[in-house]
Nanobody
Framework: QVQLVESGGGLVQAGGSLRLSCTAS????????TGWFRQAPGKGREFVAV????????AYADSVKGRFTVFRENAKNAVYLQMNSLKPEDTAVYYC??????????????????WGQGTQVTVSS
């Protein structure tokens, strides 16, 4: 069964850090470019970060650039999102998704048919 599971969310004070994990099963994860997205209450889902299938390229939304870092461990079938200097506006449910050998520049506009349950990140001021 193809599955992506997000974890690592929680409640943190502004300025704090969290590391999210996206763990894959049921497919050859090392061939998949993986992206992070988030959806805040009352807003649409937005792109956050992406890492290419081989880890050689990354890209970030302007709102998180310099604060968030995406990296992967293909041996563990996992992609991580290290979030530092968190702000209240980072509060959202965070999701990951993946595309087979997808160019990183395509991830932000990709139309995925299914999503996992996500992981809640809440940043208090």
């Amino acid at each position: 069964q193809v599955q992506l599971v997000e974890s690592g969310g929680g409640l943190v004070q502004a300025g704090g850090s969290l590391r999210l994990s996206c763990t894959a099963s049921g497919f050859t994860f090392r061939e998949y470019t993986t992206g992070w997205f988030r959806q805040a209450p009352g807003k649409g889902r937005e792109f956050v970060a992406v890492i290419s299938w081989n880890g050689g390229s990354t890209a970030y939304a302007d709102s998180v650039k310099g604060r968030f870092t995406v990296f992967r461990e293909n041996a563990k079938n996992a992609v991580y999102l290290q979030m530092n200097s968190l702000k209240p506006e980072d509060t959202a449910v965070y999701y990951c998704n993946a595309g087979l050998f997808m160019p990183v520049q395509n991830m932000a506009g990709a139309n995925f048919h299914s999503w996992g349950q996500g992981t809640q990140v809440t940043v208090s001021s």
